[in-house]
């Protein structure tokens, strides 16, 4: 898939999105701390599938290795570095997705505003189709971490049986000159302890995502929160109004009840 401009640029590059915070920035919108988290958010998940993506290639790099030196692990690098690389594509287009929507978001809300003004924003969340993706991006994120400590662990325990199994052919060797058997097992190897390098780096990535996808989450039901608890104090402030002016259409002389020749006018 081609990158599109929208995938390229950050997301607070966009002449949209930088439209709009200027606009809730100009009138000190209650929900410019927010949306500006938000928009940190979804930058800070674009600066980490970059690192994940270049971590990607090193992965790559370390199967060449792997196969040139046809060490044990590398089948099982094989099959996770075709995993990883569905995973960040995955992530890839869903922020693609996330990163438009937001745009799109922005476009209709500033309209709004030119239509009717600030108060149009009052309740900006509505305008913004985020949360089922970054609720999606989180769940997804949550099973990918899962599969790297997966891969990690089975890269180690290959990695040590296979030095094992040399550790028993070596005391062979030295039980037939008489010698001492090395009892110490040794820790994974340096290919191996190179191959699982980029898979924690990935790891690391993802989780970085995760917290931003929630932090993202977090300030979008901050911002239906502040909207709810806004429609409800106007509901309350029209209904009162109301309750005083039946109160006075009660109180109200008629030709069966006089006003008091003592009432005050």
Avoid: W
Avoid at 85 to 103: C, F, H, P, Y
Avoid at 193 to 217: G, I, N
Avoid at 218 to 224: F, K, Q, V, W
């Amino acid at each position: 898939m081609a990158k599109t401009k929208t995938a390229a640029e950050p997301i607070l590059d966009n002449e949209h999105v930088k439209e709009l915070l200027a606009i809730l920035k100009e009138n000190n919108s209650p929900s410019t701390k927010d949306f500006l988290s938000i928009l940190n958010q979804v930058g800070a998940m674009e600066k980490q599938l970059k690192t994940a993506v270049k971590e990607l290639a090193a992965m790559r790099q370390e199967l060449k290795i792997a196969q040139e030196q046809n060490h044990p692990v590398k089948t099982a690098l094989q099959k996770a570095v075709i995993v990883m690389q569905g995973q960040v594509l995955d992530l890839r287009d869903k922020l693609a997705e996330l990163k438009q929507n937001v745009i799109n978001g922005c476009k209709s809300a500033v309209a709004a505003f030119k239509e009717k003004g600030i108060s149009a924003l009052d309740n900006v969340a509505r305008f913004f189709k985020v949360r089922p993706i970054l609720e999606t991006m989180r769940d997804t994120l949550t099973k990918d971490i899962q599969y790297d400590d997966k891969a990690i662990a089975k890269i180690e325990a290959i990695s040590t049986e296979y030095h094992q199994t040399g550790r028993h052919l070596k005391n062979m060797g030295r039980a037939m000159f008489g010698r001492e058997a090395v009892q110490e097992a040794k820790q994974p190897g340096k290919l191996a302890a190179a191959v699982s390098y980029p898979f924690r780096v990935e790891r690391s990535c993802f989780a970085a995502m995760q917290k931003s996808a929630d932090k993202a989450l977090g300030a979008i039901s901050r911002l239906e929160e502040r909207a709810a608890e806004k429609k409800l104090s106007i509901r309350e402030a029209l209904e009162t109004h109301n309750e005083k002016i039946a109160q006075a259409k009660k109180d109200a002389p008629t030709a069966e009840r006089p006003r008091p020749a003592n009432a005050e006018r």
